[in-house]
């Protein structure tokens, strides 16, 4: 089993830039591939983010790509998720989450294919 613990999140305006972080302890980190989700007021979770256990593959929601980036750091067990050019849309808790893949390049876009979650770092962005 994996804790994870969410940190970054904040008030920023439009275009700004956030880094959130998601720290694990428990089971071996490297062993999980790991996605970021999130979830605004009056809407369901959503996918944003998502990479492998490798860290070689890397899957974006269209709305973000090309303003995020997916990345790990096994020897600090985190995984990131870096965030340029935001948007008053992009207002939501951001939650990461892990899960066991089958293979080390796989990743998981589905709410349900994640077995651990964190608690959430809020993200609010102002016009």
């Not at 050019?85 to 990461?96: I, N, Q, R, V, W």
Request: contains cysteine; glycine residues 10%.
């Amino acid at each position: 089993q994996v804790q994870l613990v969410e940190s970054g999140g904040g008030l920023v305006q439009a275009g700004d830039s956030l880094r959130l972080a998601c720290a694990a302890s428990g089971r071996t980190f490297s062993t999980y591939a790991m996605g970021w989700f999130r979830q605004a007021p009056g809407k369901e979770r959503e996918f944003v983010a998502a990479i492998s256990r490798s860290g070689g593959n890397t899957f974006y929601e269209n709305s973000v790509e090309g303003r995020c980036t997916i990345s790990r750091d096994d020897a600090k067990s985190t995984v990131y998720l870096q965030m340029n050019s935001l948007k008053p849309e992009d207002t939501a808790l951001y939650y990461c989450a892990a899960t066991t893949p089958h293979y080390m390049d796989s990743y998981y876009l589905g709410i349900y294919e994640y077995h651990y979650w964190g608690q959430g770092t809020q993200v609010t962005v102002s016009s």
